[in-house]
């Protein structure tokens, strides 16, 4: 049976081209890397290189069995990443959301619902975050919209509305709504970890500048020594209370509402069932 470490070997031997390199990068005397090719060839009844003194190359037989060694060394890597992957997936529930709100909620719920369970949760793109879901990365995910087909269990379970939070002394304090364009074109205050609202924002007011902060303390220490709009939700405020010394006024286009899926894929619901039956709960 040829061995996984001859077929590394001999990969590393058509990277580096020479036996004396190719020892170096391996840790190994020259003579063990050659004596385990030699054994390679004797297992496979093949001849792998043309020998020359001091030299040795691949043949014609020795580039297919390199290219055929890739192969099976990658799905062997696979195969080693899926495994230990599974094994996570036995002691680890994962969460991925496409924005940090959902979270607030959920995460505590999660461990208090599965206290064996280790909880990781992490916010990307709600494509990526799909991708995830049927790769297995993902036990369920929390994506705006609705997911189709039978693979996978869909439900509505939370809302989010998005508001502009501006001084007292700006011209458009007084509003009762505001769109988008209103503020398009000012500079405004952003915490950089908001999901898919980074993409809503940069898409419905292009001409505005964002001052990124990437910890909220920074954020929330600026918005009160600032005249300039930031952003704030409706969420946020339930959890974080309302921005003080600040006129909170709601955005009207559809697109700063966000109505929240929870997504499984449907050979998980089972195991999911509690924390399914718990959101509805809190939902009805």
């Known amino acids: 049976m040829v061995e996984l470490n001859q077929l590394v070997q001999l990969l590393a031997i058509a990277r580096c081209g020479t036996i004396s390199a190719t020892a170096e990068q391996l840790h190994l ?3 063990a890397l050659s004596r385990s ?4 060839e004797e297992k496979l009844q093949v001849t792998l290189f ?10 014609q037989t020795g580039q297919l069995t390199v290219d055929q060694a890739r192969r099976v060394v990658d799905q062997a890597r696979d195969l080693v990443d899926r495994v230990r992957a599974f094994d996570r997936s036995q002691r680890t529930l994962a ?3 496409c924005t940090p709100a959902p979270l607030w909620e959920l995460a505590p719920l999660v461990s208090r619902l ?3 369970m280790t909880i990781a949760s992490e916010m990307k793109d709600p494509q990526d975050l799909m991708e995830g879901l049927r790769e297995g990365l993902y036990q369920f995910v929390v994506l705006p919209h609705p997911v189709e087909g039978e693979a996978f269990y869909c439900f509505p379970f939370e809302r989010e509305q998005l508001y502009f939070s501006l001084p007292p002394a700006h011209p458009l304090s007084g509003a009762k709504g505001l769109y988008f364009e209103d ?3 000012e500079s405004v205050l952003l915490l950089a970890q908001i999901g898919f609202w980074r993409e809503v924002c940069r898409q419905k007011m292009p001409l505005t500048r964002a001052l990124v902060q990437n910890r909220q303390e920074d954020l929330e220490e600026l918005v009160q020594a600032s005249a300039l709009p930031a952003f704030v939700s409706d969420l946020a405020m339930k959890w974080g209370g309302r921005p003080e010394n600040r006129v909170v006024i709601p955005i009207l286009d559809p697109e700063a509402t966000a109505l929240y899926h929870f997504v499984c894929r449907r050979e998980a619901r089972k ?10 709960a809190t939902m009805a």
């Open 271 to 280: 195991g999911l069932a509690p924390l399914i039956q718990q959101i509805k």
């Open 50 to 59: 043309d020998r020359q003194k001091n030299k040795l190359t691949l043949n």
């Open 29 to 31: 005397s020259q003579p």
């Open 95 to 97: 969460i991925g959301s």
């Open 183 to 185: 503020i398009d074109g």
């Open 114 to 116: 599965y206290p064996e």
């Open 37 to 40: 090719m030699q054994k390679l």
